[in-house]
């Protein structure tokens, strides 16, 4: 069994290791498909193993794949190897099935066929669409059969592919909504969340918006080019959605990660709450948007770190993006704020894409350095501590930390 401690393998690493599972003679009956092709032909290694294969049942039992139940009944058999990665392998009668098996699927650069030898096989022509980038459906029921392919697409194009006019046309001839009610939230953020680590994640939410798809999973999204991201002396973008891509786009081009992206991105939500009549103004949108964060993240069923980094950094921002002008205990009781969200790195970095040129977080490493001193380290006499009311101990220590804030 190969084993490597990253689960990134080239074809010829994945053509051994499958030749150790199957029998000799029934390796010609096994072929690599879907992502599995696709990373190969742009010269990426391999992730996960996806397969079609005209085996026995109970051959892949004696392997220890398990079947597990697939939205459209196809037979799907699945398999973790430790240390390789998963394995999903979707069996057919004969390989006579093959292209019935690839229009099932989502779109031509991911119904091609490859032998274990590195021989393609693509009766859709999916290779000429990858080397254009181009999303074309694998029939014309791709987006009927499984909806939320539409939101796989759109997170596709986050990644450099764009979609086919011809699947265009096929998004905007109906009205989804009724189709998409009957799939989880957890589908649909699992795209979402995928397309924050591509090079271009704020396409995902315009090809939203450009096909009027997914206004039950997120409607903040479709209200945000109504709202003024504030007074246009100080927001020259004008509207709320924006401003949003642009701090997202500032973001993604100093960080990698989603849950960063993610904040850049949704850091505003609490504008969402303001009272039109107040516009262009949004007074208080920072406690607005750390009351909604939470609700909002366990809505479309984020991870709970998700929620308490959105909440702290909308409830943050503002003060950061002024940093040099607060109170030295403000900034430790900030401090503290993003130390329990785990977000200290998140807050200048989202300042500084929300303010581009504003400087004033100088001093925040030191301010998380002193919110994050114990007793011991602020020079604080646990007995001084022990004779004192309860109600006086906070104060006395953040004293003790303003203290050592100053003298730094």
């Not at 949003?244 to 960080?255: A, K, P």
């Not at 990698?256 to 904040?263: D, G, K, N, T, Y």
């Amino acid at each position: 069994m190969v084993t490597k401690n990253r689960r990134d393998y080239s074809i010829e690493v994945v053509g051994s290791f499958l030749r150790q599972l199957f029998p000799a003679e029934l390796i010609g009956k096994v072929w690599l498909v879907g992502g599995s092709v696709r990373d190969t032909l742009l010269g990426r290694e391999i992730r996960d193993i996806d397969l079609v294969a005209a085996l026995p049942a109970a051959l892949l039992e004696s392997k220890g794949f398990s079947q597990v139940i697939s939205r459209n009944a196809v037979a799907v058999w699945f398999r973790h190897f430790s240390g390789f990665g998963n394995v999903e392998i979707t069996l057919i009668d004969h390989e006579d099935g093959l292209v019935n098996d690839l229009r099932r699927r989502d779109f031509t650069v991911n119904a091609m066929l490859m032998t274990i030898d590195g021989l393609l096989i693509d009766p859709l022509q999916g290779e000429g669409d990858l080397k254009n980038l181009s999303l074309r459906c694998c029939s014309e029921n791709s987006f009927s059969d499984d909806p939320l392919r539409i939101f796989r697409a759109l997170r596709l194009e986050s990644e450099g592919f764009r979609i086919a006019s011809e699947a265009g046309q096929i998004v905007r001839a109906k009205n989804w909504d009724e189709d998409l009610m009957r799939i989880p939230a957890e589908r649909f953020a699992r795209e979402m969340l995928k397309s924050f680590s591509a090079p271009e994640p704020g396409r995902f939410f315009q090809k939203m918006l450009e096909f009027d798809v997914g206004r039950l999973w997120l409607p903040e999204l479709f209200r945000m080019p109504e709202i003024p991201a504030g007074p246009l002396v100080y927001h020259p973008e004008g509207d709320l959605l924006s401003h949003s891509l642009q701090v997202l786009e500032r973001v993604t081009s100093l960080s990698s990660s989603p849950l960063a992206r993610f904040c850049a991105f949704f850091h505003d939500i609490g504008k969402l709450s303001t009272d039109p009549s107040l516009y262009p103004k949004h007074h208080g949108h920072d406690e607005a948007g750390f009351r909604v964060a939470e609700d909002f993240c366990r809505r479309l069923s984020l991870p709970a770190d998700y929620g308490r980094a959105l909440a702290a950094i909308s409830r943050l921002h503002g003060n950061a993006n002024r940093l040099d002008e607060l109170r030295q205990s403000t900034r430790i009781r900030m401090a503290q704020q993003a130390i329990r969200a785990g977000i200290t790195d998140l807050v200048p970095l989202i300042s500084g894409a929300d303010k581009p040129g504003n400087n004033c977080m100088e001093g925040w490493e030191r301010a998380v350095a002193v919110a994050g001193m114990n007793t011991a380290d602020l020079g604080i006499d646990p007995l001084t501590i022990e004779m004192m009311k309860p109600s006086k101990r906070s104060e006395f220590v953040l004293q003790k930390r303003v203290e050592a804030l100053k003298s730094s």
